[in-house]
């Protein structure tokens, strides 16, 4: 037979496992739904006017000068004045985008901003369109 003393003291150290465990996992969920609705950055500034076109599928397979392999998935831009790695929203027919610069200078004639391929086809631009674009924090 166990002793009063030792079988409560059992329950009191098992209550606190329990206890501990039960935290623990309430610790993760909690990360883990964070996690899934991390928050876009917002947009600092007015809206700006620019002009944007697609580049060509031919630099698919090379390393930007921002150091970015380009892919067909590759959603960015390249612009010929703000940093690699700046962090922009370009809207284009009422659908805003949260993009960065991936590659300096422009690549088509007229515009300011050289959208990937992908992101191109996301925003629905085939040729040189009008955009409007903001930084985000």
Do not use: N
Request: proline fraction near 7%; charged fraction near 20%.
């Amino acid at each position: 037979m166990v002793p009063v003393e030792l079988a409560q003291r059992q329950i009191a150290l098992a209550a606190v496992a329990l206890l501990a465990a039960v935290l623990g996992l309430a610790i993760a969920s909690g990360r883990d739904q964070s996690a899934s609705r991390e928050r876009l950055p917002e947009r600092v500034g007015p809206w700006r006017d620019a002009h944007a076109a697609p580049w060509g599928r031919e630099l698919e397979g090379a390393t930007t000068a921002c150091g970015v392999r380009l892919r067909a998935a590759s959603l960015g831009i390249a612009d010929p004045v703000l940093p690699c790695g700046a962090k922009l929203y370009i809207s284009y027919r009422g659908q805003d985008l949260l993009t960065q610069v991936i590659a300096p200078g422009p690549v088509a004639r007229g515009a300011r901003f050289g959208l990937t391929p992908a992101l191109a086809r996301r925003l629905g631009v085939t040729g040189r369109v009008a955009v409007r674009w903001s930084y985000a924090r």
